[in-house]
């Protein structure tokens, strides 16, 4: 088998059906093929072992679906117990350094707990602060998403500027920032259920109510 972007787009090709899947949820300006999420994943999956330079191949495809299985194969390979400091770098390089190629929250969502906050986890978040503070919200989205790794298991120190983060982004008007923003608190709550009761106390109605209330889902009942 030939781990190549244009054998993978291949694939994509032939199990592809824009009406049967149109993937509504997609949001950008490419083409869609009609690739149902679940065998993207599983054909992106098969691909986990990809050079990097057939990856970013894959993220110079103008259709959503081969840049989507781009983040997914990053994904799954971050995941291997194998996979060496420097490989993991390598990822998170090609994750940030190809950003403008994400145009949906689904390939942030499905990328950046592990390549992003899983390379951060025992460095400098610093990185997390500068896409905050983004005009693009889908790097922003990123900055928010990212620290979920910090929450299973928990990881204090990355659960603290979760909170940081959440507060620079608790008055972000986009809801692609502030939906993440409410189900980060709501998995920091469940890591660490006092911190996340500080934070609500001390933010109070600056939060918009939705978010406070997915922020409040976990914490045990006092």
Not at 149 to 178: C, F, K, N, Q, S
Not at 190 to 195: I, K
Request: contains cysteine.
């Amino acid at each position: 088998m030939e781990l190549t972007a244009a054998a993978l787009v291949a694939d994509l090709r032939a199990v592809a059906d824009p009406v049967a899947q149109p993937n509504h949820h997609y949001g950008g300006d490419g083409e869609v093929l009609g690739v149902r999420m679940g065998t993207l994943f599983d054909i992106a999956k098969r691909y986990t072992t990809m050079p990097l330079e057939e990856v970013h191949r894959l993220l110079d495809e103008p259709a959503y679906e081969p840049r989507m299985a781009a983040f997914c194969v990053l994904d799954f390979f971050v995941r291997r117990r194998s996979a060496t400091d420097a490989e993991l770098e390598a990822r998170y390089r090609v994750y940030l350094d190809r950003h403008d190629r994400i145009d949906s929250w689904g390939m942030v969502d499905r990328a950046a707990p592990r390549v992003v906050g899983g390379y951060l986890r025992d460095r400098s978040r610093e990185p997390l602060f500068d896409l905050a503070r983004s005009a693009d919200p889908l790097r922003r989205r990123t900055a928010m998403t990212a620290p979920l790794a910090y929450t299973r298991p928990p990881h204090p120190a990355g659960i603290a500027d979760l909170l940081r983060l959440a507060e620079l982004l608790a008055d972000d008007t986009d809801p692609v920032v502030r939906k993440p923003v409410g189900i980060a608190l709501r998995h920091a709550g469940g890591a660490d259920p006092e911190a996340v009761r500080a934070f609500l106390d001390r933010l109070g109605d600056r939060l918009p109510a939705p978010v406070r209330r997915m922020a409040r889902d976990k914490l045990p009942a006092t």
